[in-house]
């Protein structure tokens, strides 16, 4: 089983509808990351959470939320899609949880999930 | 200008050949740098990472970083087929990253 899975992989949706993006995680990690990642443009951060109590914005934040339901979910939120939002979109994790017996938690490994691919019309 | 700057390619390799991609960062306070290598239509997988100046080398891949320079490398050794892909650099500071848009990579037969 994927260890950072998203739902759903791909979406097409129209301008306006309100679209919601989760990412959920089994790896133990405290932290999450959304991303989205254009042609040219590589990866730019949307939204970044250290734990449940923490969000932070990150470069590109206007037209989206986030929620932070819980250490293993992270959601995102378009309120009202807009075709400059049809991007293909992934979830990260980082740190905390799972290292192992002795092993300390090496938060500059990043674990990616497979991706959204969202249209917007 | 962009805080971490690649250049976008494409690379073209020989198969067996060296190659080298280069990576350059606008933050001085930048922590940890990464590389990542994304196939098409998948996710990032990481690399390697590095956090002082010099090399760092893991099986046919070398890192090497220079803060004065405030530039970052990756060696590819030995380059295969396989290794074609788009080669994403990052920084890391505070626990928040940024990516550069990526190098394209083809190792040419």
């Known amino acids: 089983d994927a260890d950072v899975t998203q739902t759903p992989r791909n979406r097409i949706t129209k301008t306006g509808k309100r679209i919601m993006l989760e990412c959920s995680q089994t790896?133990?990690?405290?932290?999450m990351y959304w991303y989205r990642q254009d042609p040219g443009l590589g990866l730019r951060l949307i939204y970044y959470?250290?734990?449940?109590?923490?969000?932070n914005k990150g470069e590109i934040s206007d037209g989206y939320s986030v929620s932070r339901q819980a250490q293993a979910k992270f959601s995102l939120s378009l309120e009202s899609a807009i075709p400059n939002q049809t991007a293909l979109y992934f979830c990260?994790?980082?740190?905390?949880?799972?290292?192992?017996?002795?092993?300390?938690?090496?938060?500059?490994?990043?674990?990616f999930g497979p991706g959204t691919r969202l249209t917007v019309l | 200008q962009k805080e971490v700057e690649q250049n976008s390619g494409p690379l073209s390799v020989p198969e067996g050949a060296i190659a080298s991609l280069n990576c350059t960062y606008s933050?001085?306070?930048?922590?940890?740098f990464f590389w990542y290598r994304q196939y098409s239509g998948k996710s990032p997988e990481l690399i390697m990472f590095?956090?002082?100046?010099g090399d760092k080398e893991d099986g046919r891949f070398t890192a090497q970083l220079n803060k004065a320079s405030q530039y970052v490398s990756l060696l590819i050794r030995d380059s295969q087929p396989s290794d074609s892909a788009t080669y994403l650099c990052?920084?890391?500071?505070?626990?928040?990253?940024?990516f550069g848009a990526g190098t394209q990579v083809v190792v040419t037969p």
């Open positions: 790896k133990g990690h405290d932290r």
């Open positions: 590095i956090y002082s100046n």
């Open positions: 933050d001085r306070g930048s922590q940890s």
């Open positions: 959470s250290f734990d449940v109590k923490d969000i």
């Open positions: 990052a920084v890391k500071r505070w626990g928040k990253f940024q």
């Open positions: 990260a994790t980082s740190g905390g949880g799972l290292a192992g017996v002795g092993r300390r938690a090496n938060y500059n490994e990043q674990f």
